[in-house]
């Protein structure tokens, strides 16, 4: 196996355009686990660690981009990620544990496409947009497009993921992701990212995304207006939940059975919608 450390973006894509079966490396954290483990055997390895772009986040008046190589733990604490951008920094803090935390990075997620992981389902509730770098130029993709299934992504041969785009949203919208798990630092068995904005005792706005419970997480659109211009209450979370619950399409696996996951769709999407409420002091 080959390993090179490139100090551009351009570089990289170079390499790993003319290296069939190469791969990133970010922070390991899962890629090395698989090789260990003999589920993969890349024949080269294209680390991004030189690349300084990837580590920078800048601010504009759209929101904030998040360099690929940024580690959860910093996204846990970046304070700019507030209102309904503060989906992100909620997952990112609840995230496995310090160690994965600490190694594991925005970008990594975004290309492992593990749809039982937090930061997938929190970029999908932020509206969250890819920079992706390639042979061809670089392009932007809504994140519901680079996750395309199951540990499987848009990305093509000698693409790069370069940094992400969390938008500002609406204004007056918090962001809330909470997860149910057997044991903390475990995968969660279901999960909930959502963004909320209520005027008075209704709500305006909803954006709900369900996690570990389909090849990607699961956005459902008449979930979301079943909410808005509701006062939240127990008929119609539950109708919501209905909804979600319908739509998807868990597996049978150690955390729980298909079945179980759909129960508790709509139990932690009440609970979700709770805490987001007092976030927002509504």
């Keep these: 196996m080959r390993y090179a450390e490139p100090e551009t973006v351009e570089e ?25 483990a003999g589920h993969i055997a890349p024949a080269m390895l294209v680390s991004l660690h030189r690349m300084r772009e990837l580590f920078t986040l800048t601010e504009s008046a759209e ?9 959860h733990r910093v996204v846990a604490a970046e304070t700019r990620l507030r209102g309904s951008m503060g989906v992100v920094r909620s997952a990112a803090g609840q995230l496995a544990h310090p160690s994965i935390r600490n190694m594991g990075t925005i970008g990594g ?4 496409a593990d749809p039982s992981t937090e930061m997938p389902v929190a970029l999908v509730a932020a509206s969250a947009r890819v920079e992706i770098a390639g042979p061809n130029g670089r392009r932007i993709v809504p994140i519901e497009d680079a996750l395309v299934d199951r540990f499987k992504t848009s990305l093509g041969r000698g693409e790069i993921v ?17 997860r149910f798990s057997r044991v ?30 389909g090849p ?7 979930a979301d207006q079943r909410l808005i211009h509701s006062v939240l209450g127990e008929d119609d979370v539950a109708a919501a939940g ?41």
Excluded: F, K
Aim: net charge positive.
């Design 242 to 282: 209905q909804l979600l619950a319908s739509a998807a399409s868990p597996l049978d696996d150690v955390r729980g059975s298909a079945e179980y996951r759909r129960m508790l769709i709509p139990r932690l999407l009440g609970r979700a919608l709770s805490q987001a409420r007092e976030l927002a002091h509504v």
């Design 63 to 71: 929101g904030l981009w998040i360099g690929a190589m940024t580690p």
């Design 184 to 213: 903390a630092g475990d995968y969660p068995t279901v999960s909930i990212s959502l963004t909320l904005s209520m005027q008075g005792d209704r709500c305006v706005h909803a954006r709900v995304v369900v996690g570990s419970c």
């Design 12 to 36: 990289g894509v170079t390499l790993l355009a003319s290296t069939e079966h190469s791969r990133c490396i970010a922070g390991g954290a899962t890629l090395v686990a698989m090789m260990n």
């Design 109 to 112: 997620s975004v290309c492992l």
């Design 162 to 178: 370069t940094r992400i785009l969390i938008p500002r949203g609406v204004e007056g919208a918090v962001g809330h992701h909470l």
């Design 216 to 222: 990607v997480p699961l956005h459902v659109t008449a």
